[in-house]
Structure formats: structure tokens, C-alpha cells
């Protein structure tokens, strides 16, 4: 039994942070245009060149969504696969692999091929291709409902919350309504946000300085949830030392197992903008 775990690019996770004799990993790329020029959001991509780029870009930039057939290239390859997408909410990715699904099963009626929406994006991405990756290896030849079933509910119990200098590729690109007051940043006014139990953005607060940011964050991933034992990934765009404190204040206000922290990849990096801060958990 051969599987092969799929995600999109948005996942912030880099093949070199997994391995497994019972499973391999693949992210199919979105493609990220800043004016004229394209961007495969592949692991090559640099991001500190994509994010110069975009600060002297003055026309639009946009994203696209993977094509189906990038998926069913990916599904192809093993008899059983797994795929979690960036919120179906904020994109057509969820869309281009469930019909990329269709198209494989249609020549191999066999294999098993299970689309999961995030309903979020960067860390939750990666807690779910781990959590994937530790059924597969307990039990490779597992029932493939159940663990579909499995992983649904793990889906459901993650959380999302994030704080961004910058949320102009967002609104511009129609992920989010605008924000009241665009003076905000420029008063020291941090917004956080999160995302809703269907995979939209909602902006939750806002906070002056980073220390009541932080310390705001924190307690909103307190409310959201029992954080017991939480595994946390924190992705950063170009900010380690923000991510740095930003996992300071969680250890000391929750009882979470773990905070890692994660480089976004280019499609986070293109929307959470430079110094943005996603707290997966
Ligand atoms: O299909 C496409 O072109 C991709 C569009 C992606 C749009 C949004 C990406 C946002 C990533 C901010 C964190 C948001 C987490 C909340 C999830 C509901 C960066």
C-alpha cells in the first residue's frame, strides 16, 4: 500500500521537515503574479525577493489557485492519498483538487483519494500532514473512512489566529472586507484576526504595542479553546524575533505541549505581508 500525503503550497511545510518510510509528501505550488511577473510558489521560490518585488510594484498582484491536473498528477502516484487544502473559503485550490480527484478516479476507480478543506491555512496545514503521517505510520493498512473520519475531526478541534502590519493583499484581493481606520498601523495599532470555523477571516481585536498584542493573542487562542497539550506552529513572515516573543508570551500564559516556529512559504508571505504572524494550534 503506497500513500502519498498532498497539500498546496500554502502549507508552510518544506519536504526536508518530513520523513517517513510509509508515506511521501508533495505541495502543489499556487502561482503567485506580482505586476508582470509569475512566481511558482515552489521551495526554490525566495521570498525575501518576492517581497521586495511586491514593495516596488505599484500595479495589481494577484494569486492563482493550482489546475486540477497538478492534484491528479499528485494522486496518481500512490494507492491512497490524503489532501489538505488552504480554506476553500479564500480559494479555488479545494475545488482544483477535488475535481483533480474526480479526473484520477475516473481512470483508477481502485484508488482511495480523500480532499480535506483546512478551513485555514499555513500551521493547521502542517499539524494536519503530521497528524496524517502518524496514523499512516501506526497503521498503513488502516480502514480508509476512518481515518478520513479522523482527520475531519482534527481539522475541527484546530484554531487560527494571526496579526499582520499589513492586510493590503487581502483586501485588495477580496479575502477580507476593508479594514475601518487604514491610519491604524501608523497609530501602533496591531489588528488580530482569526479564522472563523468555516475558513474566513475575522478580525477579533486590536492592540497598541506589540507586548498587549501578544499578550492579546494569547488569550484570544485561550478562549477559542482548551489549549492543553496544544501543539503550536507559529509561521512568520520575515520575523523571527516578533515570532520569538510572540512564543515567549504562549508559554508563559498556556498550557500548550509545544510552540514551533515555521518561515511562511511564498503564498503566505504574499498575503500575511512582511512581519506578519499566523499561530496555528
Ligand atoms: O487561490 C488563490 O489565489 C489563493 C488565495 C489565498 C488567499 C488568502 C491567504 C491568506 C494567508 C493570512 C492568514 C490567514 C489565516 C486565516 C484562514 C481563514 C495569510
Given at each position: 500500500m503506497t500513500w502519498?500525503?498532498?497539500?498546496?503550497?500554502?502549507?508552510?511545510?518544506?519536504?526536508?521537515?518530513?520523513?517517513?518510510?510509509?508515506?511521501?509528501?508533495?505541495?502543489?505550488?499556487?502561482?503567485?503574479?506580482?505586476?508582470?511577473?509569475?512566481?511558482?510558489?515552489?521551495?526554490?521560490?525566495?521570498?525575501?525577493?518576492?517581497?521586495?518585488?511586491?514593495?516596488?510594484?505599484?500595479?495589481?498582484?494577484?494569486?492563482?489557485?493550482?489546475?486540477?491536473?497538478?492534484?491528479?498528477?499528485?494522486?496518481?502516484k500512490a494507492d491512497r492519498s490524503i489532501c489538505f487544502t488552504i480554506s476553500a473559503n479564500l480559494s479555488g485550490t479545494y475545488n482544483a483538487a477535488c475535481l483533480g480527484r474526480e479526473m484520477v478516479l475516473e481512470e483508477h476507480p481502485e484508488k482511495k483519494i480523500c480532499v480535506i478543506d483546512s478551513k485555514s491555512t499555513a500551521g493547521a496545514?502542517?499539524?494536519?500532514?503530521?497528524?496524517?503521517?502518524?496514523?499512516?505510520?501506526?497503521?498503513?493498512?488502516?480502514?480508509?473512512?476512518?481515518?478520513?473520519?479522523?482527520?475531519?475531526?482534527?481539522?475541527?478541534?484546530?484554531?487560527?489566529?494571526?496579526?499582520?502590519?499589513?492586510?493590503?493583499?487581502?483586501?485588495?484581493?477580496?479575502?477580507?472586507?476593508?479594514?475601518?481606520?487604514?491610519?491604524?498601523?501608523?497609530?501602533g495599532i496591531h489588528v488580530i484576526a482569526d479564522a472563523t470555523p468555516q475558513g474566513t477571516i475575522h478580525v477579533s481585536d486590536k492592540a497598541r504595542g506589540e507586548v498587549k498584542t501578544y499578550k492579546r493573542m494569547a488569550q484570544l487562542m485561550g478562549e477559542s479553546k482548551d489549549c492543553t497539550g496544544a501543539e503550536v506552529i507559529i509561521s512568520h513572515c520575515n520575523n523571527l524575533e516578533g515570532a520569538a516573543r510572540l512564543k515567549q508570551q504562549i508559554l508563559e500564559s498556556l498550557p500548550v505541549k509545544s510552540v514551533e516556529l515555521v518561515p511562511c512559504r511564498g503564498l503566505c508571505s504574499f498575503y500575511a505581508m512582511d512581519k506578519g504572524l499566523i499561530v496555528g494550534f
Open positions: 502519498n500525503i498532498v497539500s498546496d503550497s500554502s502549507c508552510d511545510m518544506r519536504a526536508a521537515q518530513f520523513s517517513s518510510g510509509a508515506a511521501a509528501f508533495e505541495a502543489i505550488p499556487l502561482c503567485l503574479r506580482v505586476g508582470e511577473k509569475e512566481y511558482w510558489d515552489t521551495e526554490e521560490l525566495n521570498t525575501q525577493e518576492l517581497l521586495a518585488a511586491m514593495a516596488t510594484e505599484k500595479t495589481a498582484s494577484s494569486t492563482a489557485c493550482p489546475a486540477p491536473a497538478a492534484f491528479a498528477r499528485a494522486f496518481e496545514m502542517i499539524l494536519l500532514i503530521r497528524r496524517a503521517k502518524a496514523l499512516i505510520e501506526a497503521d498503513p493498512d488502516m480502514d480508509f473512512e476512518a481515518f478520513c473520519d479522523a482527520l475531519r475531526m482534527y481539522q475541527a478541534s484546530l484554531r487560527t489566529v494571526f496579526t499582520l502590519e499589513n492586510f493590503d493583499n487581502l483586501i485588495k484581493n477580496g479575502r477580507m472586507r476593508p479594514l475601518v481606520g487604514t491610519l491604524l498601523h501608523s497609530l
